[in-house]
């Protein structure tokens, strides 16, 4: 199998975009992507009992989203409150919700809507009576406003008020004082917070499946050529637009690759706005104008990274004055240049790690250094289980492998997971058996499935540019590269400076997706095919495993023949 180099093409996402003079900003353009919750909402709108649970995402503006969903509707009419006497015992008033004022008008429902969050009391939600007119009412959220949006997390953190507000949903109704009627519920009620809370709500609440059958899901990101690029400009400027931002044709493109790079996928663009708004505010601040052109984003998210890098810079001086021992440059046997992500709460980079194997006389077990030490988490486990269970199905077919490996990742002191280190794991292992040396100047991601079939892992930009900033500061040899997933190609979103080496052919690229591609490259030696009698070639590397394997096994040499025998006594008595 040979392995094909990535192009230059393939290395960061490629958009058609329409000129900024061509497109109108609108706040519609706001639920670019959000059918479904429209849907929700049109249902919402139009159904008796049934309210709405809105799941949005850390980054969305839920304001602006809220107000741009209330637009999508017909604007509804004011309705008030009235008070009608049947009969002459006060107690046989009730309070009715009419279309035209009444003499005993108590309330007004005339604003579209309201959201609460915070602290939020028991009268922001009923309201109360007057202390000077008792019979003076001042109308709650419930009341003055058609469509009613309730941050779920403010209110789940008050038990008293969540359960107060599925009563009220339940009963229809809700007293406001004991000497007053009841007031009929009228708004649609839509909680807004996290898929996980309405999942935790659904299951556990009776009353709440029973009334929130309607789930308004809002999806983070689009893909193009489902939405066009024009859309997504139109969604894009309009945002600039409320911030009273300029974009320049310039602009346009940066912000279009860092979008693709927060969705992590060349056609896919982020419908995040927090991130974008900061990003913008931040070039407006650091080019002094309202009005942004390419270098005024280039300049934020140069800066935007050296403001979060300071962990990253550690990390490399460590490198840098080798307390971390990581060659990239030479060959060594069993060992080989994995790439982790370190991922903090705001910021993620790449780091890579040498994972080393060694191999002796054994049962069988591949051992997990890092699982033993308590330092391995359960995914990471489960790679080492897939690789073992590989190894066993190339080489332990018809007999069991008489040897034990142990795979550890040098000067690792922090838990490790994830299976994206499974390849490299797989092919420093081969190397150790058959004791072919691995090239350290090739770094190698990617997960690895029982047949050998090499996966996608996550990160794949951040991996690359790690292993490629430490090569560069020690010198590019024109040799050094990665290997991943060819499944991953498709996230490629590179730097600049990392796409311009690799033009130049002074940094590799190289896609696998199977096993023996990457062992080829790593080792300058093909995997090798088994013959008729299930013998691997002799001079391929799985030749040479399989020769080792049944060293270790103890299995006696082809017994050698007549002719051989009499020329070695010959050698003998001369």
């Known amino acids: 199998m040979n392995a094909n180099p990535i192009s230059t093409a393939s290395l960061s996402p490629s958009f058609t975009i329409p000129s900024v003079t061509s497109i109108d900003k609108h706040i519609q353009s706001r639920l670019l992507g959000q059918e479904r919750t429209l849907d929700a909402f049109k249902l919402l709108a139009n159904t008796q009992g049934q309210h709405m649970y809105l799941a949005d995402q850390r980054g969305i503006d839920r304001l602006k ?24 015992n006060d107690q046989n008033q009730q309070l009715k919700w009419q279309a035209s004022i009444g003499e005993d008008n108590v309330s007004q429902a005339r604003v579209q809507y309201r959201y609460l969050s915070g602290n939020i009391k028991r009268r922001d939600l009923i309201g109360h009576l007057s202390a000077a007119k008792p019979q ?78 309607l789930l308004g899901e809002l999806v983070t990101e689009i893909a193009i050529p489902q939405y066009s690029e024009q859309a997504y400009l139109s969604w894009l400027l309009t945002l600039a637009d409320e911030h009273n931002v300029t974009l320049e044709q310039s602009a346009v493109t940066p912000l279009f690759t860092y979008s693709s790079r927060l969705a992590d996928h060349q056609q896919h663009l982020t419908l995040l706005t927090v991130p974008l708004v900061q990003l913008m505010e931040q070039a407006c601040a650091y080019s002094d104008s309202r009005t942004l052109n390419d270098q005024a984003i280039e300049h934020a998210l140069l800066q ?51 994972i080393t194997a060694s191999v002796h006389y054994g049962d069988g077990e591949v051992a997990d250094i890092e699982r033993k030490s308590e330092l391995g988490g359960n995914i990471h486990a489960k790679g080492l289980m897939i690789l073992s269970s590989c190894l066993y199905r190339i080489f332990g077919k018809d007999a069991p492998l008489h040897l034990n490996a142990n795979i550890v990742f040098e000067q690792s002191y922090q838990e490790i997971d994830g299976d994206s280190a499974s390849l490299a794991e797989y092919c420093a292992l081969m190397s150790a058996i058959a004791e072919q040396p691995i090239d350290q100047g090739i770094a190698a991601t990617g997960a690895i499935d029982q047949f050998g079939q090499v996966q996608a892992i996550g990160g794949v930009n951040e991996k690359i540019e790690g292993f490629f900033s430490l090569c560069k500061r020690r010198g590019l040899t024109g040799t050094q590269g990665v290997i991943l997933p060819k ?69 006696p040499d082809e017994e050698p023949s007549f002719f051989a025998k009499l020329l070695e006594k010959l050698k003998l008595s001369s």
């Open 487 to 555: 499944s991953n190609v498709q996230q490629l979103n590179l730097h600049q400076e990392v796409i311009q080496a690799i033009s130049e052919n002074k940094f590799h690229l190289y896609q696998v997706e199977h096993i023996d591609e990457a062992v080829t490259i790593l080792m300058k030696k093909p995997a090798g095919a088994r013959d008729e009698n299930g013998q691997f070639e002799e001079n391929s590397l799985y030749g040479l495993v399989q020769t080792r394997l049944e060293g270790l096994a103890g299995y």
């Open 304 to 354: 935007q990274t050296r403001r979060h890098d300071a962990s990253q810079e550690l990390s490399a001086q460590s490198f840098d004055d080798n307390f971390i021992n990581l060659p990239t440059d030479g060959t060594m046997v069993g060992q080989i240049n994995g790439l982790t992500v370190l991922d903090t709460a705001e910021y993620c980079y790449g780091e890579p790690a040498r």
């Open 136 to 213: 003076q009412y001042h109308a709650g959220a419930l009341a003055d406003c058609h469509y009613l949006f309730i941050c779920a997390e403010s209110l789940w953190k008050r038990e008293s008020m969540w359960e107060l507000l599925l009563q009220i949903i339940d009963q229809g109704y809700y007293a406001v004082h004991s000497d007053w009627p009841n007031v009929p519920l009228q708004c649609k009620v839509i909680l807004v917070g996290s898929s996980a809370l309405y999942s935790v709500s659904y299951v556990e609440e009776r009353l709440f499946s029973s009334h929130f059958p």
């Open 65 to 88: 989203l809220i107000e741009s969903l209330v637009n999508s509707q017909q604007a509804k009419s004011d309705l008030y409150l009235n008070q009608i006497n049947n009969g002459s």
